[in-house]
């Protein structure tokens, strides 16, 4: 006997369709649109699926953008939803496991250089 299978869609909340762990964080970004720096950004969660942001800048939605972060090469993704300066990112490719817990050991060790 198989297992149901999960149905996936627009009325099914994004929790239940995310299967990738998020992790807070506090990651200053630039955002690029068709190669061109529109802003900078604050990440404030991060899977190897996709991002939150914070942008003061208005998106549309779908958006093909480029996140860079200092340190890793440049990620390609899509805006996904928008709420006011809140903005969700879905990554093209998924980051490998190892790229994002660098991003994160970076950041972590940077912060404790500051303090």
């Known amino acids: 006997m198989t297992a149901p299978m999960r149905k996936e869609g627009p009325s ?4 239940d369709r995310r299967y990738a762990i998020r992790i807070n964080v506090q990651i200053d970004a630039d ?15 991060l899977s ?7 942008s003061n800048l208005p998106l549309r ?8 972060i200092e340190g890793v090469d440049p990620i390609q993704g899509e ?5 006011g300066v809140v903005v ?4 093209a490719e998924a980051l ?3 790229i994002c817990n660098r ?4 950041l972590r060790d940077r912060a404790a250089v500051k303090r």
Request: hydrophobic residues 40%.
């Open 12 to 15: 099914q909340p994004a929790t």
């Open 31 to 45: 955002l690029l649109n068709e190669g061109r720096r529109l802003c900078a950004v604050t990440l404030t969660n």
């Open 48 to 54: 190897i699926t996709g991002c939150r942001f914070e």
């Open 61 to 68: 939605m779908p958006a093909p953008v480029t996140l860079l």
């Open 79 to 83: 805006v996904v939803w928008a709420d």
């Open 88 to 91: 969700g990112c879905h990554f």
């Open 96 to 98: 490998s496991p190892t």
């Open 103 to 106: 991003i994160i050991r970076t």
